[in-house]
Every structure is written in structure tokens, then in C-alpha cells.
């Protein structure tokens, strides 16, 4: 949570210059961390609840296909409770069931849409396939897909096999959550909210978070460092800067992660994803070489096309770009010439 609200809107935005790594076209990036603040009914329930153990909680139930229309609500309890909560005590039940309903008649309740999309993803590396969740991010997995092209195509070097170990760690910890909740690729939740969390997905909420849990033994085993999470982890003892915030642009986001106990534990299963696009924006224009990323992602977009067929036996079509420096990003002019 190191980064400020002003240097992480500069780089949401240079993702937006890359087409697609907020959610488009959905209110939720408009509302503030103060719509959940300043609900009385939330900010009592949160009063005496532990932090960690509360967030986690609804961390885990986001791995449920069946809230899935129901994710922009629960991602943000995830972040009123790690932002609001200072007590001891654990959730209870009806204390999840509660807060879940407090948000019902608020601009974050009212927002909840259908899902238009797949709940589970799948993107690959030189190192295999990796399922991830697709979230509130408008083509999530199609976006992180042209970044780990680029990141594949990269030179050798200490500094370029490090960003390499960095990402690849992130993939595993996606790709293990979504093996832990049993879960398949491209498959499809809930398409409509539901008014209130399902019963049995309650009996025991202190294994709700059992998917979006690791310790240290867990992460070896998995074949990741712990110290290639580390542009993943939220440092909580800023977490009263959420506050003043807007959702989709939070550290939270930016930083998935949150360490505790000698657990990690993945906040924002959904996140990895856009966490991962920011972090390399981030590293490659420290670097001073974001005309060089543009150019990678400019050869990734035109080598995914030209694997589409196009009208009937059209294949791979010649394409040619051009800068729109109005919008800081490349796209494609005269994509296709018919009568060639």
C-alpha cells in the first residue's frame, strides 16, 4: 500500500490506454471507499470484529460460483472490513449474513448486475496453464494473456528472469485457489445476485477462507518464493488510507495480498490478474521502457489476430498500426485489406 491514490490512477489509466483492465462500463469504479464507511448499519457490525478474520471470510466466499453476480458486493466487504474493523472477535454466521445484507439498498447493492461473463479463466506461459478468476474486469484473462506474451518474449537477464519469477508466482497462487475451491475452467456461476448468502454455504464459515490461505509450507510446495509475492502484499498498517479511495483504483487491488501470522492470504482472488498488469506497468516505466512495452503489445494484439479467420478462408491478414497519441496507445488502422 506504498503506492499514492495519484500514482495508482496513473497507472489504472495506462492500462485503460491498453484496452480493458477496469471494469468498463460498471458503476463500480464511481463509488468511494465512503459509501461503506459511512453506513451506520456496516461500520457497528464491523466495530468489533477482527480485521483479518472478517475480510478472509468473504475473501472466500468470492471463490463461490454461486455469488458470483453477487462479487462487487463481497469485494467490497473484503475491503470495509480490513479498512473499518478493530476488534477481536471472530464472524459469526449472522454477522456475515448481516453485513452482506447491509449493502442491499446502497449504491453498491443497487449496482449488482448480472454476470456477463465466465467465473473461471484460463491464460498460459512458457510454463504451462494457469486458471484464474475473471472478476468485475472487463476480458480479464484476454488482457493478462497479451502481458505474459510479452513477458515470455523478454531477453535474459537478472532483471527480466526476476519480473519472470515475480509473475509466475502470482499465476501459481491463482491457479492453486481455484484448485482448492474445485473449480473448472470457463465454467459458469450464478448469473443472477442473490438477495442473500445461500445457508450451506454458512454452516461453516471458518473454512470459507481455507481456499485464499497459505502458509509458508503451502508456498514451497506450490514451487514459489514467498519473496516473489512480495509487489502482491498489502502492508495493513496504511489500511486506514482505503478510506479515502475509489474501488477499482484501491491498494487493495493493486495488492492483493495480505500477510498475517505467517499467512498469506489473497484478499482479492479476482485482482491477481489487473495486480500482475499494474506491477509490470509499473516496473517497465520505472525502467524507462514503456515504448518498448507498447511495441510488444502492439505485436501481441496483431499476432492474436491474425490467428482469428476472417471472413470464411481469410487468414492472417496484414495489419498496420499507427499511434493515437490522444489516447497513449496503439491501435490498428486498415486491419484488413479485402482484395489483397
Not at 471494469?23 to 453506513?39: D, F, Q
Not at 447491509?102 to 449496482?111: F, R
Not at 473448472?184 to 454455504?201: C, F, R, T, V, W
Request: one cysteine or more.
Amino acid at each position: 500500500m506504498n503506492s499514492s491514490s495519484g500514482r495508482m490512477r496513473e497507472i489504472i489509466e495506462s492500462l485503460e490506454s491498453f484496452h480493458g483492465s477496469v471494469p468498463l462500463g460498471s458503476p463500480y469504479h464511481h463509488h468511494r471507499m465512503e459509501v461503506l464507511t459511512t453506513n451506520a448499519q456496516l461500520a457497528a457490525i464491523a466495530s468489533n470484529l477482527s480485521a483479518i478474520d472478517t475480510a478472509t471470510v468473504f475473501a472466500g466466499l468470492t471463490t463461490h460460483p454461486e455469488l458470483q453476480s453477487n462479487l462487487y458486493r463481497l469485494e467490497a466487504l473484503v475491503h470495509a472490513f480490513i479498512a473499518m474493523s478493530n476488534g477481536a472477535n471472530k464472524p459469526t454466521a449472522s454477522t456475515i449474513s448481516e453485513a452482506f445484507s447491509s449493502l442491499a439498498e446502497t449504491p453498491v447493492g443497487l449496482a449488482e448486475d448480472p454476470a456477463e461473463d465466465v467465473f473461471i479463466s484460463c491464460v498460459s506461459n512458457d510454463h504451462g496453464n494457469f486458471r484464474t478468476f475473471e472478476g468485475l474486469w472487463e476480458s480479464n484473462a484476454f488482457f493478462l494473456q497479451r502481458f505474459l506474451d510479452i513477458v515470455d518474449g523478454m531477453p535474459n537477464g537478472r532483471w527480466y528472469s526476476q519480473l519472470r519469477k515475480q509473475v509466475l508466482a502470482a499465476l501459481r497462487l491463482s491457479e492453486a485457489i481455484v484448485s482448492r475451491a474445485d473449480l473448472q475452467k470457463y465454467m459458469i456461476g450464478n448469473q443472477y445476485p442473490l438477495e442473500s448468502i445461500p445457508d450451506a454455504l454458512l454452516e461453516d464459515i471458518s473454512s470459507l477462507s481455507s481456499s485464499i490461505c497459505f502458509a509458508g509450507q503451502d508456498l514451497v510446495k506450490l514451487g514459489i518464493d514467498a519473496h516473489d509475492l512480495t509487489p502482491l502484499i498489502c502492508d495493513l498498517s496504511v489500511r486506514d488510507r482505503l478510506v479515502g479511495e475509489g474501488l477499482s483504483t484501491t491498494a487493495l487491488e493493486r495488492h492483493p495480498i495480505v500477510v498475517n501470522d505467517g499467512r498469506w492470504y489473497v484478499m482479492l482472488p479476482s485482482a491477481i490478474s489487473a495486480a500482475i498488469r499494474i506491477f509490470l506497468i509499473e516496473e517497465i516505466s520505472k525502467a524507462g521502457m514503456m515504448s518498448q512495452l507498447e511495441a510488444q503489445l502492439v505485436d501481441s494484439y496483431a499476432k492474436h489476430f491474425r490467428s482469428i479467420p476472417l471472413l470464411g478462408n481469410l487468414r492472417r491478414p496484414p495489419m498496420l498500426f499507427e499511434r493515437n497519441e490522444a489516447a497513449h496507445a496503439a491501435i490498428s488502422n486498415s486491419v484488413i485489406r479485402i482484395d489483397e
